[in-house]
């Protein structure tokens, strides 16, 4: 009789258990939400049922408004943009994507896949847009493809999903940063999609044409003035050097062949340079089911950034002809 109760004892315990861990994880999700979001307006309340069955944990969140501030990388350490300005396409995508007219239209312009840094303002420099793509198709924000409710992504390995928080959410989310483009057209998504069998766009957008996707910064020096950036898209698929925008660490959760998996966590311009010329195993293991990798990419680089093969290039190229405005003091933690 004892050892039965000792069996019944340790069940409720282990049940007991998960539930706490359950709402550790809900609460750590809504602290970075609260975090990453400036709020006002009536407050919400979100009853979260626990599957312990006595369990129920109640959070009350207050509506989020769009502050003109986000975090970036510098040199290893977390810094913050204060935007100023509207973001500007310039030369239009139909410049390099004659036949493409409707998809400029929808994108405002905007596009990945060319760049002319002639056309950029005379001042402007490069900021390295850092995004998670080993993250599949979530990184666009969509719930039923992955995403978050807040707009971040998610990536499962080994049966466990973890949510990619980054510094801006997918566009059209509670986490977006201000003064971003809200679609983007590109022929690599064009490729994708219709590498999945959609031949005509998805979600009522002309083909090729998506949410600007949840991303990171990367930057190689700070000012206090504002200036124009121009944005040079890194496709990030080794997990484990995709950095937490709180703290700029990287934590190592897919196993990989390198003696250190996080040597290169992208919080500076050397981890960059050193990530396009590293393959690592990690990679293959993290993006086997990735349509983004297995369409695009296909190898184990740690990341790629389109049109750019050579670090030598990363100051001299660009991949897209969308341009940002923002000063970047070295400021932490950015104002919220």
């Known amino acids: 009789m004892k050892k039965g109760k000792g069996k019944i004892e340790k069940a409720v315990s282990n049940t007991v258990f998960a539930a706490v861990v359950v709402i550790l994880i809900i609460i750590a999700a809504v602290g970075f939400v609260l975090y990453a ?9 979100v009853t979260t049922t626990v599957p312990a069955g006595t ?45 493409e007219t409707n998809q400029s239209k929808v994108a405002m312009g905007c596009e990945v896949g060319a760049g002319n840094i002639s056309a950029f303002p005379k001042n402007a420099a490069p900021v390295f847009v850092l995004v998670p793509a080993f993250a599949g198709l979530s ?19 080994n049966n ?54 949840a991303h990171d910064h990367l930057v190689t020096f700070t000012t206090n003035q504002s200036i124009p950036w121009y944005i040079v898209v890194v496709l990030v698929f080794d997990p484990n050097i995709f950095p937490n925008p709180i703290t700029g660490q990287c934590q190592a959760i897919v196993p990989s062949n390198t003696t250190n998996p996080t040597a290169n966590c992208l919080n500076n ?3 960059l340079e050193n990530a396009m010329m590293t393959y690592d195993s990690a990679v293959g293991m993290a993006n086997a089911k990735n349509p983004i990798w297995t369409t695009l990419v296909n190898t184990d680089l740690q ?22 405005y923002f000063s970047d003091p070295a400021i932490y933690p950015y104002p919220i």
């Open 139 to 157: 990184i666009f924000g969509v719930t039923q493809l992955g995403a978050t409710s807040q707009g971040f992504p998610t990536f499962t390995y």
């Open 55 to 99: 369990t129920t944990v109640t959070s009350t969140l207050t509506k989020p408004v769009t502050v003109n501030s986000s975090g970036a990388f510098y040199n290893g350490q977390v810094i913050t943009f204060q935007y100023t300005a509207q973001f500007m396409c310039t030369p239009p995508a139909t410049t390099f994507f004659p036949n």
């Open 303 to 324: 990341v790629v950034v389109p049109g750019i093969t050579s670090p030598s290039q990363l100051m001299s190229a660009t991949n897209s002809n969308m341009v940002l």
């Open 160 to 213: 466990v999903t973890y949510i990619i928080t980054t510094q801006c959410g997918a566009a059209g989310t509670m986490t977006a940063c201000p003064d971003h483009m809200t679609y983007i057209y590109s022929p690599a998504f064009t490729a994708v999609e219709q590498a999945l069998g959609y031949k005509n766009g998805v979600f009522g957008l002309p083909e090729g044409v998506l949410p600007t996707p």
């Open 269 to 271: 311009i050397q981890a």
């Open 37 to 45: 979001t400036k709020s006002t307006g009536p407050a919400t309340t």
